[in-house]
């Protein structure tokens, strides 16, 4: 019921923002928006709909792959994937590699057609081909979400340093409009407004979910720690149900995440939009260089730092010892 609750909050918030966001962009921009569709608008449009229907045929073919490697035994038990990963996780992390080299490839036309100064037409379909991009990774983590949910939240997919910043499974949306905020000036006052009630809706949204999701736990351990031998798999039985319902938190988290990169988009301009999704890519690319840098650190100066943090316990324990027993003289 909760979990319900919270649904239709986000919901709710998010349909507010998106009307708000489309409102004071087109009067943000008056009548310059009124006009009759052009060919190069219906050209745009025409090459998002490709993008979205070659990524549900990628998304179609990816659930075939792994329906098969399911009922031929790949990826399990063994092998170079370890023996611990599912089929299913293994598929996913194929693909967001896959989906990781696009990332790096569009990224780059994002900066070049910035620095070509392209006109606002052709930008607007590196735009849209981008934001297509962001929504296939939301339907292949729908497809892990379904196969080892488990896989997908502990972030075993991402780079050590992206991990610590991970929110059921991904990035808190209120973190990154907060980390954009000061890199998009200038913005128009309605702008700004925009974005700062897209940043506290996204806020509301996640303390709900986060609540919601600390009640789940809770209910789960007392639902383990009340079993007793006679009646235990009915208990567990019980929390199996309970535990079914975290696919719907990281739903709801991945879908509040799709719809602010979507509110973004609606809010800023397509010059502006350019420059925030490049933002949003070199910044993830920058987390993932550190997690490689902190992972080839030289072994000496670990082990030199290990050293010295023992040597000063060391100390300090001496120095407290001879501090003891002079007070007992």
């Known amino acids: 019921m909760l979990l319900e609750g919270s649904s239709k909050s986000i919901g709710g918030e998010q349909s507010s923002d998106s009307d708000s966001a489309l409102n004071t962009t087109i009067s943000s921009r008056g009548e310059a928006n009124v006009e009759l569709e052009t060919p190069s608008k219906s050209n745009n449009e025409k090459a998002y709909v490709q993008q979205l229907e070659t990524s549900r045929i990628r998304l179609a073919q990816l659930e075939q792959e792994l329906q098969r490697a399911r009922s031929q035994g790949i990826f399990m038990g063994g092998g170079a994937t370890g023996p611990n990963i599912s089929s299913g996780a293994s598929m996913f992390d194929m693909e967001y590699s896959k989906w990781l080299d696009d990332d790096q490839r569009q990224i780059c036309e994002l900066r070049t057609a910035l ?5 606002d037409g052709e930008l607007r379909i590196i735009v849209d081909a981008y934001i297509a ?3 296939h990774i939301f339907l292949l983590k729908g497809v892990a979400a379904k196969s080892d949910l ?12 992206e991990r610590g910043f991970l929110w059921l499974g991904g990035f808190r949306p209120s973190d990154l409009i907060k ?20 940043q506290q809706s996204s806020q509301q949204a996640e303390e709900a979910l986060s609540q919601a999701l600390e009640q789940l736990k809770q209910s789960l351990i007392e639902t383990i720690a009340t079993g007793s031998v006679n009646d235990g798999m009915h208990h567990m039985a019980i929390a199996l149900g309970k535990l079914a319902n975290l696919e719907s938190f990281v739903y709801q988290a991945d879908n509040l995440r799709q719809q602010t990169i979507h509110q973004l988009h609606r809010i800023l301009t397509i010059r502006q939009a350019a420059r925030c999704f490049m933002m949003i890519g070199e910044y993830y690319g920058r987390l993932r260089a550190l997690s490689s ?7 000496e100066t670990m082990m030199a730092d290990d050293n010295s943090c023992q040597t000063t316990s060391e100390l300090q324990m001496i120095q407290a010892s001879q501090h003891h027993f002079s007070n007992m003289r």
Do not use: K, N
């Open 293 to 299: 840098l902190w992972a080839s650190r030289p072994r």
């Open 115 to 119: 620095q070509a100064h392209l006109g």
């Open 179 to 198: 980390m954009l905020i000061a890199q998009l000036d200038p913005l128009t006052q309605q702008q700004i407004v925009g974005i700062y009630s897209l």
């Open 150 to 161: 488990f896989h997908l939240l502990t972030g075993i997919w991402a780079s050590p340093a």
């Open 133 to 135: 991009h962001y929504d």
